[in-house]
């Protein structure tokens, strides 16, 4: 091991006999942690040539480290390793890290105990956890606690330690720390993030000699507090927010982080060590509502016991003392809201048999329930401490049984009997079938957030008031639930109108809006589809194509009615959807001056239909027709009409004509050349039947005949 090489160094603290980080030619290191790996090659610096370097923490991967600037990694003081040892092997750090998903509902498996305890009942080994050993006071220094909000703190233990030195940990803790992907910070802190990931508990050391009036009083937070945390950052605070408190101010955010004026430091000798637990939904509103996150609150929000506060204070007081000195010299402060019962629950063997649907000895299941931690009697079962949150019933206990047993060793059997009628919500079948309907048309659906932002808003002249504020939005763009699916459909249409010419986009998503102040905001399913391209005529008619297919496809037909008042609509390219005498939508071109507020440059044609409103209208009846026996006969129509004149006008007017007449269908409209100004010329298909006969030429002509006459009386029509 070892070779003699020259590296030039520009590290401020480099001195002979040190032990350091050393990284040859071909290594990649992350120049002062910063930017891309790079490759070290030979180089020559100011003349001499170097053949490596010498490394800071940072540079090979240890950004948590702490490390002032041009500092070089002194190893000295961590290994006695021989130079030119592997920096893993020196450190130790050739370690195995489990990255293990532990479910919400089990915070008591999110820490080192927890998961010896759940590996044990598995059958890996036996479980041995110790708990720590409390320690007397040396002296009798009175420690003042208080709690105000009981409700939210069932319980808070504190102890006073002084005569601590405060410094940098030994290896061994930095490098579980590290491991564990935490920053060390000195031996005082780093125990109690140590304790957190052993125990579940989470802890704060206060510096005794800034706490205002040497007491500490459990509150809500005053109008206008404000408190600097440990991230260096200020939150202000309201009157929801449970804090920690001196006598003049909050030095801690309960649940969620300490204050940075009383967090402990090098010239820290005395200690108030705090262990305790708060009310979950409290801790969840407060961290979100200030974007203020930590391994502590994630751990609170889910719910602690209050019996699990007096191990870890023991165990990180024990840790404080061997690695940084001093004594205990007060009494434990205890301070809770009532005396702790432990949970209770019958327990019969044959009944967990029955729901399991295997036989599993009751001496095997009292194994499996003593393993993880619970007392078994005769017919009752009791629930450890740590499992109190999450253990809410008798039948609770069945899946511990069945779980550690194996659910691979349940056999897959057919269940037997009468299938349950299950009455399906019938808007979530008309949606099931609305999406395939949409798909089967040949449009793309399409995916969007369910927030929107005032600006978005604004541009759509959708009044604010008449919006559902979030009290907590993901972010400062998304503060609106949409009352719109226009508002995404839009934004969609924005980003995809250069990359396709033209599309046909749906989307089938819930709104949210007032429906009177001060009551609850009403939430109803629509249907958005959007169609878009250069040809304005085209995409309408494609767009009433989609809808009128769809209605089919669901059982229901709706009218287009003029008059659409919605302003973000072109007035003469849009109507309401009628279906019976109820509107059940729109229909109409974004008018130009919103289609430019968001950045649209192409014609564009949306249908918004409501389906809690459509839903009552439609029939699923299917009825049969026979396949005619006689053949149809097909006549063309084209005419020219006043612009005004609608498609569904002419339709309706034909159908009534003759009973001959089976379907009208639509071919082509044209104004321009060889046109009179304020007129169009529109061809329709005709298709006659009879169902006891073949039409003859006469008669088909004679209906047509009618249909012409009709037409010009009625619309002033000029046969062409």
């Not at 804090?243 to 003049?248: L, R, T």
């Not at 609170?300 to 061997?322: D, P, Q, Y």
């Not at 529109?682 to 006469?698: G, K, P």
Request: with cysteine; aromatic share 6%.
């Amino acid at each position: 091991i070892g070779r003699a090489v020259e590296i030039v160094c520009g590290g401020s603290n480099l001195a002979v006999g040190q032990k350091v980080l050393v990284a040859l030619p071909g290594s990649k290191v992350r120049w002062h942690g910063e930017g891309d790996l790079i490759e070290l090659k030979e180089t020559e610096i100011r003349g001499v040539k170097s053949f490596g370097m010498i490394c800071a923490p940072s540079e090979v991967g240890f950004e948590k480290l702490q490390q002032e600037e041009r500092m070089i990694w002194d190893l000295s003081e961590f290994t006695d390793a021989k130079a030119g040892t592997p920096i893993a092997k020196a450190l130790d750090l050739d370690d195995t890290i489990f990255d293990i998903e532990v479910t919400t509902n089990r915070p008591d498996a999110m820490c080192i105990v927890g998961l010896a305890r759940e590996a044990g009942a598995a059958g890996a080994g036996k479980f041995d956890a110790k708990m720590a050993k409390p320690i007397k006071a040396a002296g009798m220094s009175l420690l003042h606690v208080a709690v105000e909000a009981k409700d939210l703190c069932p319980r808070y233990q504190a102890v006073r330690i002084e005569g601590v030195k405060v410094g940098p940990s030994p290896w061994w803790l930095q490098q579980r720390l590290l491991l564990s992907g935490h920053r060390p910070i000195n031996n005082v802190v780093d125990v109690t993030n140590y304790v957190l990931h052993e125990l579940g508990q989470p802890l704060h050391a206060f510096d005794a000699d800034k706490l205002e009036g040497q007491k500490i009083l459990v509150r809500k937070a005053k109008k206008g507090e404000s408190i600097e945390a440990l991230d260096g950052n200020t939150y202000e605070l309201d009157s929801s927010m449970l804090v920690i408190a001196d006598a003049k101010r909050p030095v801690a955010v309960a649940g969620v982080m300490g204050g940075q004026p009383t967090g402990t430091t090098e010239s820290t000798t005395r200690i108030i060590l705090e262990s305790a637990t708060f009310e979950q939904v409290s801790v969840r509103k407060t961290a979100r509502a200030l974007n203020l996150h930590s391994d502590s609150s994630a751990l609170f929000e889910k719910g602690l016991s209050t019996e699990s506060t007096t191990n870890a204070l023991w165990r990180a007081a024990e840790l404080i003392m061997e690695l940084s000195g001093g004594n205990i010299v007060s009494e434990v402060a205890d301070v809770r809201q009532e005396k702790y019962k432990a949970l209770t629950f019958p327990y019969d063997p044959a009944r967990v048999n029955k729901l399991i649907g295997i036989d599993v000895a009751a001496k095997q299941q009292h194994r499996i329930l003593e393993r993880l931690g619970f007392e078994v009697g005769k017919t009752s079962v009791t629930v450890p401490y740590w499992r109190d949150h999450d253990i809410e019933a008798s039948v609770d206990l069945v899946e511990e049984v069945v779980r550690i047993y194996g659910y691979a060793n349940v056999p897959a059997v057919l269940p037997q009997g009468e299938l349950p009628i299950h009455a399906e919500d019938p808007l979530l079948v008309l949606e099931r079938h609305a999406k395939e309907a949409m798909k089967g048309i040949g449009c793309t659906e399409i995916y969007n957030y369910s927030f929107a932002s005032e600006d978005e808003l604004n541009k759509l002249d959708i009044p604010l008031a008449s919006a559902v504020k979030l009290a907590n939005p993901l972010s400062a763009e998304w503060t609106y639930m949409r009352p719109t699916l226009l508002l995404s459909t839009l934004k969609t249409v924005e980003e995809n109108q250069h990359r396709f010419d033209a599309a046909e986009l749906f989307e089938l998503a819930a709104v949210h809006a007032w429906d009177k102040v001060g009551e609850l905001p009403i939430e109803q399913k629509h249907l958005m589809v959007a169609v878009y391209g250069t040809d304005g005529a085209h995409v309408f008619r494609r767009a009433k194509g989609v809808m009128d297919r769809l209605l089919h496809e669901l059982g229901g037909e709706a009218e287009v009615a003029r008059g659409s008042d919605v302003p973000y609509l072109h007035p003469g390219r849009s109507g309401f959807l009628v279906v019976g005498e109820s509107v059940v939508g729109v229909i109409g071109e974004i008018a130009p001056e919103y289609a430019e507020r968001f950045g649209i440059d192409t014609r564009l044609t949306i249908v918004d239909l409501n389906l809690d409103c459509l839903l009552p209208l439609l029939s699923r009846t299917k009825k049969y027709h026979p396949i005619p026996t006689f053949q149809d006969t097909v006549r063309d129509v084209s005419f020219v009409v006043a612009e005004r004149t609608t498609y569904a006008e002419i339709v309706a007017a034909m159908q009534e004509v003759d009973p001959l007449i089976e379907d009208v269908s639509f071919l082509d409209v044209y104004q321009g050349k060889g046109i009179e100004l304020g007129k169009k010329s529109m061809a329709f298909r005709l298709t006659l039947r009879a169902e006891d006969r073949t039409l003859s030429s006469e008669e088909a002509d004679g209906v047509i005949k009618k249909v012409t006459e009709m037409l010009q009386k009625k619309f002033s029509a000029t046969i062409r």
